[in-house]
Nanobody, 116 residues
Framework: QVQLVESGGGVVQAGGSLRLSCAAS????????MGWYRQAPGKQRELVAT???????NYGDSVKGRFTISRDNAKNTVTLQMNSLKPEDTAVYYC??????????WGQGTQVTVSS
């Protein structure tokens, strides 16, 4: 079982920046991608961004051009740089490891609050 530990959430004013990091306790042989999802109160969990070991990225439409995902394969970490934050970015952000033919791994979540 791989553990995912997130860090970097907090409170920031609109227009500000935050960086989220996620460290996996080990490599995942069946990994498809690492990434971030978020869930706001009363809403479904949605894609923020994912990245494969080869560096191919995928972003949710609402964050394109503002957020950047990156990873360090040697350290099994993934980072989300969030710029130009908006109040609608307020949510719990979850680190994710998507796997081939198996259930994904999820972190415990970290709160991001953007004040207007």
């Amino acid at each position: 079982q791989v553990q995912l530990v997130e860090s970097g959430g907090g409170v920031v004013q609109a227009g500000g920046s935050l960086r989220l990091s996620c460290a996996a306790s080990g490599s995942v042989a069946s990994e498809k991608a690492m990434g971030w999802y978020r869930q706001a109160p009363g809403k479904q969990r949605e894609l923020v961004a994912t990245i494969t070991r080869g560096g191919r990225t995928n972003y949710g439409d609402s964050v394109k051009g503002r957020f950047t995902i990156s990873r360090d394969n040697a350290k099994n970490t993934v980072t989300l740089q969030m710029n130009s934050l908006k109040p609608e970015d307020t949510a719990v952000y979850y680190c994710n490891v998507d796997r081939w033919f198996a259930l994904p791994y999820w972190g415990q979540g970290t709160q991001v609050t953007v004040s207007s």
